[in-house]
């Protein structure tokens, strides 16, 4: 005992507080992830084409499930399959057509 504190009273206590300040101090973000990441090894890509198809797998023979236009940010992941970067699930896009944003590590 501790100040009359069972010591594993005392040791939930101090851990439940050190969770709190830690969702405090990262704004409610729990991830060890780095920011801009999607839990994938991701990072933001910016495009490099005047329309970009999103496609729902890594060929040109899947189907076409979006479009992203010149200039936009997207996420993605680290994950490049055939010349196609997955971006989420079931979203590819040709990495010929994707560029790092600045300070992106991917």
């Known amino acids: 005992m501790i100040l009359g504190i069972p010591k594993r009273t005392l040791l939930i206590f101090v851990a439940l507080v ?3 300040v830690l969702y405090a101090v990262t704004g409610g973000e729990l ?5 801009g990441s999607n839990g994938d ?3 933001s890509m910016t ?3 005047d329309v970009l198809n999103v496609r729902s797998g890594p ?8 479009t992203l236009e010149q200039d936009a940010e ?3 992941t680290t994950e490049v399959r055939d010349g196609f970067r997955k971006l989420a699930d079931g979203e590819w896009a040709a990495e010929d057509f994707l560029e790092p944003v600045d300070g992106a590590s991917c």
Not at 59 to 66: I, L
């Open 18 to 20: 050190a969770v709190i």
């Open 31 to 35: 991830s060890s992830e780095a920011e």
């Open 41 to 43: 090894g991701g990072c």
């Open 47 to 49: 495009v490099d084409a």
């Open 59 to 66: 060929s040109t023979g899947d189907a076409v499930v979006g």
């Open 74 to 76: 997207t996420d993605a």
